[in-house]
């Protein structure tokens, strides 16, 4: 099985791709910080995996069109598509410039057109040939559901990612091609550093890892649309 990640180099797409080696996936690993990224591939061996570290800005499309052709010619047409790269920087509406708006909307929602863009081809074709194309997840957050105070660029921007997940779902489910859109609560990821808060207050990256190759592992004739999932004891 070949599976790509967007953001790989941490947090959740560091644990989706280590989920996945634990199975001998072999992964194309994507995201900006190469150092990061040859450091994940590592353990993705360890676990006995293969990786292929792609240094690339999931924003700018001329950095994706190059990688498609890498991975493939690498490790084949994706089984699997994670769309997970991300950013959040809190700021209320009226708080927030324009440019930090704009950067969290090409982050969070533009790559992941970008890079489902670049990949869709060739895993519709395969589809067509043996009537499953593959997966494409989109890592939304409960933010894709409700507005948080603080939060006007990143809600919006997954807000915009859920609509696209559920929108891509509708045009391509008859290709053989399934979309699953991850909607996780506080997670203990980078953005949560430097915020005291108890353990149990935040999910382990692991968590949703799980229920990413969990979602992906059914029959092909079987979706998750969509997961939800919160610690325990609820939104922050």
């Known amino acids: 099985m070949t599976v790509i990640v967007t953001g790989a180099s941490q ?11 634990a ?22 061996r360890q676990r006995g995996g293969e990786a292929l570290v792609v240094p690339c800005d999931v924003t ?14 690498a490790l084949g047409v994706p089984h699997v598509l994670v769309n997970n790269a991300g950013l959040f920087q809190p700021g209320g509406f009226l708080e927030i410039t324009p440019e930090a708006f704009r950067q969290q909307v090409e982050v969070n929602l533009t790559s ?33 559901l409700r507005g948080y105070p603080g939060g006007a ?22 290709r053989g091609l399934r979309v699953i859109a991850v909607m996780p609560g506080a997670t203990l990821t980078p953005s949560w550093d430097g915020v005291d808060l108890p353990p149990d207050r935040l999910m382990p990256p692991e968590a949703v890892a799980s229920a990413v190759v969990s979602a992906t592992s059914l029959p092909a004739t079987a979706v998750v649309e969509e997961i939800v999932i919160r610690p325990q004891l609820g939104d922050l």
């Open 11 to 21: 947090g959740i797409g560091r644990a989706v791709a280590l989920a996945y080696a």
């Open 23 to 44: 199975g001998g996936a072999r992964l194309a690993l994507l995201a900006r910080n190469e150092s990061n990224l040859k450091a994940v591939a590592e353990e993705v």
């Open 60 to 73: 700018d499309e001329a950095q994706v069109a190059r990688a498609e052709p890498a991975v493939r010619e």
């Open 112 to 144: 992941a057109f970008l890079v489902t863009r670049a990949f869709l081809p060739a895993m519709l074709e395969r589809g067509g040939a043996s009537g499953s194309a593959g997966d494409v997840v989109f890592m939304a957050s409960i933010a894709s």
């Open 153 to 174: 660029a990143y809600g919006a921007a997954k807000h915009g990612l859920l609509g696209l997940a559920r929108t891509l779902r509708e045009e391509t489910k008859e």
